[in-house]
């Protein structure tokens, strides 16, 4: 199991995950089909989380099947702020879909 925190448009939330990696396609198309498709990620250590969440990270975690790989362990940004610290965190790892292109800067002539 993974945890990340996750920072997309609609605000950070953090997620639990049995893939390897938050670059794991399978987890990608995962996110894009729930309308994260652009984000950056941390990892938090796996024991950490369950020490911060207690009862809670466990009840989620049991949700978790093969089927069911990804659950959200939190939606409440805030609190994820308040529970870990960026030294805690493993990353930046950014995504974003590849048919983004970069916006280029218009110059008066």
Known sequence: MNVFILFAGSGP???LTSHASIE???LL????????DKFLAYSIPLV?????????????????????????LDFDGS????LFSFAEMAGPFIHEPP????VRS???A
């Not at 609190?79 to 308040?82: D, I, K, L, S």
């Not at 048919?99 to 970069?102: F, I, K, L, V």
């Open 13 to 15: 939330l953090v997620v």
């Open 24 to 26: 794991d396609p399978g």
């Open 29 to 36: 198309d995962k996110l894009a089909a729930k309308g994260i």
């Open 48 to 72: 950490l989380a369950k020490v911060r969440y207690g009862i809670h990270f466990d009840i989620v975690a049991r949700c978790l099947t093969e089927t069911d790989d990804l659950r959200v």
């Open 79 to 82: 609190r994820a702020f308040r």
């Open 99 to 102: 048919t983004m292109a970069p």
């Open 106 to 108: 218009q110059t008066a």
